[in-house]
């Protein structure tokens, strides 16, 4: 997933406050549409990848 910083508030927002979502089917929207297209190109290019826990 590459997104702006702005579209991953409302996921940082979930990951600070697990305990209040869980056992519950929820719904997160991120954007990412103004990433900078030098960083969307080296995120694919070097294969960057971050993992959430559960």
């Not at 508030?9 to 089917?25: E, F, M, P, T, Y």
């Not at 103004?34 to 995120?43: I, T």
Request: aromatic residues 2%; hydrophobic residues 45%; positive net charge.
């Amino acid at each position: 997933m590459v997104t702006e910083l702005g579209g991953v508030i409302a996921l940082a927002a979930l990951l600070n406050d697990r305990q209040s979502v869980r056992g519950k089917n929820v719904i997160v929207i991120v954007s990412g549409g103004n990433v900078e297209p030098a960083v969307f190109k080296q995120a694919l290019d070097t294969g960057h990848t971050s993992s959430l826990s559960r």
